[in-house]
């Protein structure tokens, strides 16, 4: 059954009635660990897009893997007033693990992230809003990636161009906030509790199921609080594994 809203068309003098398909439902990981700082700011930026967008229907999953600062406080206090949101507990091994605990808990047409840190910009939520509906996957690139370090941003390439080099891909960016179909990501294999999880799926759906994909500009900004804890070398170590 197709949900359909009713808008109205006024021309000549008359009105009549027309027709318009609902946006599609959806689901939002909202993964963390140790935000205190940063996870109210990220799930009411978020929330207000959604609304602004007509998503009606949608769910925010929130995955805290062990907080110790206050993070689940927080989110325990926005529960009584979201009902939208849903609090999952874990201890999960990285960033892949939580995207895939928040996926099996995902029930809408369309499932994708924003991290608790509140580093992404409003002009990448809407730009990736734009599109659902539209494509099987919203693929979003960093355009300001001089607001990281040198050494990350030189990791980011050798990343990026690696994956691209052994895949046959084209792809500007493998780690931003896709937003995906989900009935597309099963059977998608996830095997690395890494940030390497999202060039994982994207290899096994571009070049298996040869799905169709748009890839948006992203915007970062800095933290407002605490630190990225991306750049580990148990990461690196994972993101080979992965690879071979």
Request: with cysteine.
């Amino acid at each position: 059954e197709v949900i359909m809203n009713i808008q109205t068309e006024t021309h000549d003098n008359t009105t009549r009635l027309v027709s318009a398909p609902a946006r599609p439902s959806l689901s939002v990981i909202i993964p963390a660990l140790n935000e205190a700082g940063n996870i109210e700011k990220t799930i009411i930026n978020v929330t207000r897009f959604i609304t602004e967008y007509g998503f009606s229907d949608y769910e925010l999953l929130f995955v805290d893997s062990g907080s110790t600062d206050g993070t689940q406080a927080v989110v325990e206090n926005l529960l009584t007033r979201e009902p939208h949101l849903k609090f999952i507990r874990t201890v999960s091994k990285g960033l892949g693990d939580s995207f895939r605990i928040g996926l099996e808990a995902a029930s809408n047409d369309y499932v994708g992230w924003f991290p608790g840190d509140n580093e992404t910009l409003p002009e990448t939520i809407r730009n990736i809003f734009d599109q659902i509906g539209k494509y099987d996957a919203i693929l979003p690139y960093t355009v300001n990636p001089w607001v990281r370090t040198v050494p990350r941003r030189v990791l980011s390439l050798i990343y990026t161009h690696t994956f691209n080099l052994l895949f046959g891909l084209h792809l500007k960016y493998f780690n931003g906030t896709c937003f995906f179909r989900r009935e597309l990501l099963f059977p998608s294999i996830i095997t690395t509790p890494s940030p390497a999880y999202m060039a994982e799926i994207l290899v096994q759906l571009i070049k298996k199921k040869h799905i169709s994909y748009i890839e948006v500009p992203m915007y970062i900004k800095l933290r407002d609080y605490g630190r990225t804890s991306v750049m580990k070398w148990k990461n690196v170590y994972l993101i080979g594994k992965t690879i071979l």
